[in-house]
């Protein structure tokens, strides 16, 4: 175990030593500490929950065939160790040597695409993520890299013709030409565990899922987290001080994905961003639902396994998760053993996950074809939005066109994402037809008592939890036989 | 004059090397200061004690009110608005005390450690209960025009209803945030990101109880204004001077985003009764309306803003006969404030909303309704102020609206949809903007600006306006290059100073362009008054012949040139250096007030506006019957900017405040509890437009070929008037939801999903009970 973090700033190696008494600690996030520097104060503060973008900075790391991966990730929900073997790279950093304007700033420069600017680095950042992934961006995948950047002057319509317009920018810049130095500068920073204190903090990432089960025997309170997008939040809004956190993010054996041919495997530290990827070749109905998960930003660093693991009431994965008859992988010191997600999810923010446990993969089945499952996320915005309602349903209609198998699932309606039994019951057997469903949305309403609160009102969620159900038959009904597939606008609600 | 060039800061923006507030190196380490607010709506503080706070190590200073060395008032209008609160809290987030530290986190120590002992008091805390109360702010307003009451029991058909408009929060992506450094004696140098530097420089001496010329205020550039750092800014940058003064070192506040929304006022609720009656063809005869804001705490702007609304009720619309009252009642709420359009997109919602229903009450195409209430010559133009309307600029931009957006066909085309679909609904809406530009506090309506021209031939524009991204640095930079005839690049627009102008009005009222560029061109016209006999001298000694007056001299491509003898020419940096030889000043004061305006705000009649904007959008959207969620399909915008001041400037504006007038129409809602606790205090449950919201097909075109002879280089204010362009997207919303209902839903702004889905239920069943009846 070491404790000093090392990653690549401005094209150097940062090694960043932590003392008990000083500063940095090991939840000062990213941006703080960037900010604290005199050469990256163009990184901007505009709400430290990872819900404006301001202070989007890129990340590359090896992408394991010899080149790198950027990612646009929030600083501001990045604890300040989890960059160990990254290279950050801010919007100072954008710039040739000669000081000529990167493709993408140039852009921005010349569709007006910066009014006050206090969004702008972020901005440019999101768009230099994107222009290093891909070439030329349609519309829809420019409009996605920024829906975690939120500008209150221009209206985005200048941002988007920028991100179109930046064409070819990533391919020929200065980081392309310097990326095999920086990718064996990364390649040469140890993997070894991590384990810091500062100011009575403690933070420790293990290498091996056995050296995290034995930090989790040690420190059963501790904080396990892999994004911390949900534990960041804790520290930057609530100013909480978390004793000791255990960061499941560097164990490279969580990040695989398997595919066989009766499931998908996602290790718990698989980003949400790296499953959707996935699930557009195959589970349509999550790929839905993630793209209108958070925004890229915090895709790029939340995880499958810390999504299952909040187990909140409106998880955006959980509901659909629950429908696809996902199982979740648990490990502990005596064993592995695997949970249906229904029975992970035991209350309000409360799992199954035992203290000697860790949640370490996700296994989706594959639908059969004669199987229909679609998701719904309904709220206030579309993008970069907490669900108000969420759903998934799934459904086999027999060749008499009688219900043989429902799974109705709910995010937003009750204490935790929950199944509506009782109507699942009544649809069964019967003909999948409007007038059972007209039937099933009245039985519904008895099923929940959603709350009240800032996102609807209870009769709100009730009245979306039914029309969502209609919703769903009217886009499915006839699809007999046919995989359904979900669309961006079905998920949207 | 068409203007390409990139924004004044753009490149500074998109290199991050863009200077805020925040970024701002002084020499030696600044104090963090913070506020210690109540968590109380109303309550009146028992006893407190600050030792123990006091006490910690690195905690420099912690005040409350009995340590204000000055005057404990920050009312920009009225005196109304204590700094640090004394004896009584009135809202939630009300400053009480402040605290310098070494770190954020020894000021949260701090903030802990006060001891203080509240009385809760009754608290008001929406408007209804204030109206209840009788809880007035001031005393009702009036503007009438003929005899609307009894013309409303003579008209052929009325229609009456009452419509909530919500409070909209400012979201400007940089904070409150201010950083002031103490100097010499009595000095202080104030950063602030206020858009009234005068005002914030004038409370500053205030508080402190120095004078205004002990204060400098400088503002290099805002992250964003939109209104919400007119009156608010002062407080954190009076806070910030009253503890460097305490430490005698810099201290920075910076309020984080939660706080910030929870302690800043917002746009002002409206709550507005209304009355029409109207002809068979849809014309309104007669209008009456009872428009009531929730004004918060303390007055701020409130009745400047009461004023703007009761002004702009009539929006491009002539009605005969009129009666509008506006009232403002006090609640226990953070002080509602300035906020782009300012009261305009209230008052004009209401007309939106009663030519709406005109509409469907008749079964007439809404835009043709419209059309027919316009201010038209000869003789349906003068205002119920009494101020007249130009022309048939309203009819000519809406026949070309209605023919370049397709507005017929596409009526069409959505109603074929709708009759195609069992749960989505296509809605349509155009809607007109006429906007008064002048500040309505006529005195309000002056500038100056200080232009100075160096020996190298470079000059520095020094004005009174605030760059917040709207462009006016850029805007004011093309007028000064353009008046001397210099490229661009030899002309820089310095950061924003109150030592540089003394007593400047805010930059707000869209007239920053208006005012500070007339300004500057003034006092170009004085160096050119000063140089043009000595240039005219000089070109005389060189050369024989006819002499050269000074009238004919050019200020062109970077020269100086005699028209009548164009090779007696100098380059401009020739040229000043002779005259600096020539001991010439090169340097000039400017300052413009607005001519001609003024109004009596008693009677309610006058010219309180030097000329109107004019813009119309026609938005089309689709929503789900299911879950209430609306799309936006298309918005085709014109707009009549006058002559262009820079193209992609006012394109920006367009585009940008219609995206936050669809804000304000549809997802941005405040929510409080019943203890005036503000809920929504955030981004993850306040949310404004992203870049997947905005119409994916945004066609804008400015109306050419209409110079306004009234302003600078012919141009038209643009910052506030798209804002109120977005209640397309909002009655679209309507139209679609009442595409083939008979009745009229609740239906307020913002429209919600909720609302929207409310509205779809409330209109099934006002169906079904038609059917049966």
């Known amino acids: 175990m070491q404790s000093t973090v090392l990653f690549v700033l401005d094209g150097q190696l940062v090694r960043l030593g932590f003392s008990p008494g000083g500063y940095p600690h090991v939840t000062t996030t990213l941006l703080q500490y960037l900010r604290s520097l005199p050469g990256h104060r163009g990184v901007k503060e505009g709400c430290a929950e990872g819900d404006c973008g301001a202070c989007t900075v890129v990340l590359a790391e090896p992408d394991g065939d010899g080149g790198l991966r950027y990612r646009a990730v929030d600083s501001c929900l990045f604890f300040l160790p989890m960059i160990h073997g990254k290279q950050v790279i801010t919007v100072e950093n954008l710039r040739d040597p000669s000081g000529n304007l990167h ?31 891909l070439s030329a961006p349609k519309r829809e995948q420019v409009v996605d890299a920024i829906a975690g950047n939120l500008c209150r002057c221009t209206g985005y319509r200048s941002i988007i013709d920028a991100g179109l317009g930046a064409v070819g920018s990533g391919a020929g810049d200065q980081f392309h030409a310097d990326a095999g130095r920086i990718h064996d500068l990364l390649l040469s920073i140890p993997r070894d565990g991590l384990m810091i204190e500062t100011g009575g903090r403690r933070y420790s990432r293990p290498s091996t899922i056995e050296e995290a089960l034995d930090a989790r025997r040690r420190e059963p309170d501790a904080v396990v987290l892999c994004g911390a997008t949900d534990t960041a939040l804790r520290v930057t809004k609530n100013h909480e001080e978390i004793p000791s956190i255990i960061d499941l993010s560097g164990i490279a054996a969580l990040r695989a994905q398997r595919r066989t041919d009766a499931a998908f495997f996602f290790g718990a530290a698989v980003t949400i961003q790296e499953v959707m990827d996935t699930a557009e070749k195959g589970i349509p109905s999550l790929a839905g639902m993630l793209a209108v998960f958070g925004s890229r930003q915090i895709r790029n660093i939340a995880t499958i396994g810390g999504n299952v693991g909040t187990a909140s009431p409106i998880g955006d994965t959980l509901p659909v998760l629950v429908a696809l008859g996902a199982e979740i992988e648990l490990t502990g010191s005596h064993g592995v053993r695997r949970l249906p997600v229904e029975e992970m999810l035991t209350g309000y923010r409360r799992t199954a996950c035992r203290s000697d446990e860790l949640i370490t993969g996700v296994s989706i089945p594959r639908i059969p074809s004669d199987i229909t499952v679609r998701a719904y996320k309904v709220s206030r915005r579309a993008d970069l939005d907490i669900s108000t309602v969420s759903a998934a349903f799934r459904v086999r209609v027999d060749g008499d066109g009688t219900v043989d198998g429902a799974i109705l699932a709910f995010g937003g309606m009750a204490e935790k994402v929950r199944r509506a039994r009782s109507t699942e019951e009544f649809l069964q057997g019967r003909p999948w037809t409007r007038e059972t469903v007209d039937k099933a949305m009245a039985g519904l309403s008895d099923e929940f008592r959603p709350l009240c609160d800032v996102r609807g009102s209870a009769s709100f969620r009730a009245a979306v939890a039914r029309n969502l159900l209609l919703k769903f038959w009217a886009e499915t009904a006839g699809a007999n036989g046919q995989r359904a597939v979900a669309s961006a606008e079905g998920v949207h609600g | 004059m068409v203007d390409h060039t990139p924004h004044d800061s753009a490149w500074a923006h998109v290199t991050g090397e863009a200077v805020y507030v925040d970024d701002i190196a002084v020499a030696g380490v600044p104090l963090v200061g913070y506020v210690f607010s109540s968590p109380h709506a109303h ?34 209008v009225v005196k109304d608005e204590v700094c640090l609160a004394s004896g009584e809290v009135e809202c939630v987030g009300q400053a009480i005390f402040l605290i310098a530290a070494e770190t954020e986190d020894l000021c949260r120590e701090a903030a802990k450690r006060i001891i203080i002992d509240f009385e809760p008091l009754p608290a008001v805390v929406d408007l209804p209960a204030a109206m209840a109360g009788g809880m007035l702010l001031g005393a009702p307003r009036k503007i009438e025009r003929g005899n609307a009451a009894a013309e409303l029991l003579r008209a052929p058909h009325t229609l009456q209803g009452e419509l909530h408009t919500g409070a909209q929060e400012h979201w400007y992506l940089e904070t409150q945030v201010a950083l002031s450094v103490p100097g010499e004696g009595e000095e202080l140098l104030v950063y602030s990101s206020t858009q009234h530097p005068s005002e914030t420089q004038a409370l500053v001496a205030d508080v402190l109880g120095i004078h205004r010329n002990d204060v400098v205020v400088e503002v290099r550039r805002l992250g964003g204004g939109f209104g919400g750092k007119e009156t608010q800014a002062n407080h954190p940058a009076c806070w910030s001077a009253l503890l460097a003064r305490a430490t005698r070192r810099p201290v920075k506040i910076r309020l984080f985003r939660d706080d910030d929304m929870s302690m800043t006022g917002k746009r002002h609720p409206y709550l507005i009764r209304y009355e029409a009656g109207f002809d068979a063809e849809g014309r309104l005869l007669a209008v009456t309306l009872e428009l009531h804001a929730d004004g918060g705490m303390a007055t701020d702007l409130s009745f400047a803003i009461l004023e703007r609304a009761m002004l702009h009720v009539d929006n491009a619309y002539f009605i005969p006969d009129i009666s509008v009252v506006g009232c403002v009642w006090k609640t226990h709420l953070p002080s509602n404030t300035a906020f782009r359009g300012f009261g305009g997109p209230q008052g004009m919602a209401v007309m939106e909303t009663i030519i709406d229903r005109v509409a469907r009450a008749l079964r007439l195409d809404a835009a043709e309704v419209r059309r027919r209430n316009f201010y038209a010559s000869p003789d349906r133009v003068t205002t119920h102020y009494g101020q007249v309307v130009e022309g048939d600029r309203l009819q000519t931009m809406f026949a070309r609206l209605v023919a370049s957006s397709g507005y017929g066909e596409r009526r069409s085309a959505v109603r074929e949809f709708n009759t195609t679909q069992e749960f989505r609904r296509r809605g349509l809406a155009l809607t007109p903007v006429k906007f008064g530009i002048s500040f309505t506090t006529t005195f309000l309506n002056q500038a100056g600006a200080l232009v100075l021209i160096y020996a190298d031939g470079t000059v520095l ?40 102008i003394p007593n400047t009005s805010a930059t707000a009222a869209s007239s920053g362009a208006d005012l500070n560029g007339m300004a500057v061109k003034r006092a170009i016209d004085t160096l050119k008054e000063r140089i043009g006999p000595a240039m005219a001298q000089l070109f005389n000694e060189r050369y024989e012949g006819e002499l050269t007056r000074a009238e004919d001299l050019r200020w062109v491509r970077g020269a100086i040139i005699d028209s009548e003898h164009p090779e007696r020419m100098m380059p401009f940096v020739q040229a000043m250096q002779a005259m600096h030889l020539r001991q010439i000043p090169l340097s000039a004061a400017g300052f413009f007030s607005t001519p001609g305006i003024g109004w009596d705000k008693v009677s309610g009649k006058g010219r309180p506006f030097l000329y109107y904007a004019f813009g119309m959008a026609v938005t089309e959207v689709e929503v789900d019957l299911l879950t209430g969620g609306h799309t936006i399909l298309r918005t085709d915008i014109l707009h009549d900017v006058g002559d262009s001041l820079h193209e992609g400037i006012d394109r920006g504006q367009i585009e940008g405040g219609f995206i936050q007038g669809a804000g304000w129409c549809t997802t941005e809602e405040i929510l409080r509890d019943e203890n005036g606790r503000l809920l929504t205090h955030a981004p993850d449950t306040y949310k404004i437009p992203t870049a997947g919201d905005i119409p994916p097909d945004f066609r804008v075109t400015f109306l050419d070929g209409v110079p306004n002879p009234l302003a600078v280089r012919n141009s038209k204010a643009v910052g506030e008037p798209p804002f109120m362009l977005a209640l397309s997207v909002w009655l679209a919303i309507k139209d679609a939801i009442c595409a083939d209902a008979g009745g009229e839903p609740h239906f307020p702004i913002p429209a919600t999903r909720e609302v929207i889905l409310n509205a779809i239920e409330e209109l099934r069943q006002l169906t079904a009970e038609h059917a049966r009846a």
């Open chain 1, 103 to 133: 493709g993408v700033q140039q852009a921005m420069v010349d569709e007006f695409g910066s009014q006050c600017g206090f969004c702008t680095p972020g901005v440019v950042m999101s768009l230099f993520a994107l222009h290093k992934t």
């Open chain 2, 461 to 500: 524009v020094n004005h009174g306006g605030v760059e917040m991204g709207q462009g006016l640095h850029t805007k004011i930079r093309s007028i000064a290059a353009a008046e001397l005839g210099l490229p661009l690049a030899r002309v820089r627009v310095n950061a924003t100073n109150t030592s540089k």
């Open chain 2, 43 to 76: 309550a009146r503080i028992r006893s407190f004690d600050v030792r123990d706070a006091r006490s910690i190590p690195g905690v420099y200073a912690v005040l409350g009110s009995q340590d204000i060395p000055g005057e404990n008032q920050l009312g920009p």
